[in-house]
């Protein structure tokens, strides 16, 4: 899959190679790398990415580093244009290229060509970070009139229809957006923000100077279609902040919807990180699109992973009982008691002889057994989350019983049958409390 100038689209497939490169030379993308399909292992269908270089507003020398995904089909598809996060990004670390992440995956599961530019002193984009202090709203325009150049630049890729536009951006990338509505993008029709923030180490007003450029920015929205997303607790923005933040916004733009989702238990950024919140945000998104005559059906869900339901507790003992465990090996404990300070999603597992947790990604079974697997047989799930998932017992026939004898004491009796080999499976104990 290539990218081609709309100019030379037509001509022969002999002479497309070179004629593409040419095009994009023109247009201001510089070097393109050769598209490729890219796999993981939790999406059904690969990606289909191509890294630009793009060149940024005509009066500098900046290249901006640009990853494009186009979904499968025939375009030209919409747009949606994904602003980078600051995360680990300073005037000596550029950070990571963005790639794939869940956000872009639920855009080209609607059909969308992903476009993901890095500003300027990010990742593969040449120059340094653009900052001008407390003046959030200013850093803010800056990277935008970086980005309004790549898109300009880009708009003769044929693969993407630039006459419909969505925006969207987590945290800086958010602060980036809002800045981006101000300039109006030919074919912008919307933006979508979670958490839009921008803290410059320079400037000790802190909150005050958020509150401030979020009131500027949206005073020069032209009313842009918004949806703010928000989520607490969040760690680099107090919720009473973010709140005046998107009140000062509103003054200037009445067209903003506002998804507050109060239900992570992690900090914010795993509102789109995290599989298990898909839930709590896509049916918004989906309808903010749908308001906007933009694509909003699921139209490749492949792009996007499943999720796998939780599993049914079993109720064979409370999450945090440690004596009910099936094996009381001394490792095993202390495994589990480091399980339970873990955040979700997790999972712990016990096998014949060992144990293992794993925590975060898609799914954690899948890595807690595979280690579990690698150490022990018969591996099964003992925990997840904060339930108790126990089917056991295992091939050994452990059984756990607890009885209660005079003087307020309880024993833990353990009961163990010999497998086939006659080898018993775990070592009976007796533990008092």
Known sequence: MRLYKKLYYSLSLSLSLSLSLASLLVTGVASPAQAKDVTFPYLSIPLHETILGVRGPADGNARLQVTV???????????????????????TQPGERLGYTFLTGYFLSRGYAVAQPMPQGFAGSSGKPLSTGCALDQTGLLNAQDIKAVLHNMSAIVELDMSRIIVAG??????????????????????????PAFLARSCQQGDTALIQGAEKLGAASHQMPTLWVESHPDSLVPEATWRQMQAAYQKGDAHVSVLDVPTIKKDSGSLTGNPENFSLWIPKMDA????????????????????????????????????ALPTQDDKAIAQYKIFLKKPFPRAFVIGDNAASSESGGLDPRVGALKRCAQMSRNCQLYAYNDKVVWKGPLHGQVAVHSIVMTHQQTVGVFQVSLDQSCKEQFVPRLRTH
């Open 69 to 91: 995904y186009l979904p499968d089909g025939r375009g030209p598809f919409p747009v949606a244009v994904i602003n980078a996060d600051a995360d680990h990004v300073s005037d």
């Open 170 to 195: 987590q945290s800086f990338g958010g602060w980036t957006s809002l800045a981006l509505s101000t300039l109006q993008i030919p074919g912008q029709k919307g933006q979508i923000v979670f958490s």
């Open 288 to 323: 903010f699109l749908q308001r906007l005559g933009l694509p909003a059906q699921d139209v490749q869900p492949g792009y996007l992973p499943s999720v796998s339901k939780a599993p049914p507790e079993t109720h064979f003992a409370k999450i945090d009982d440690l004596e």
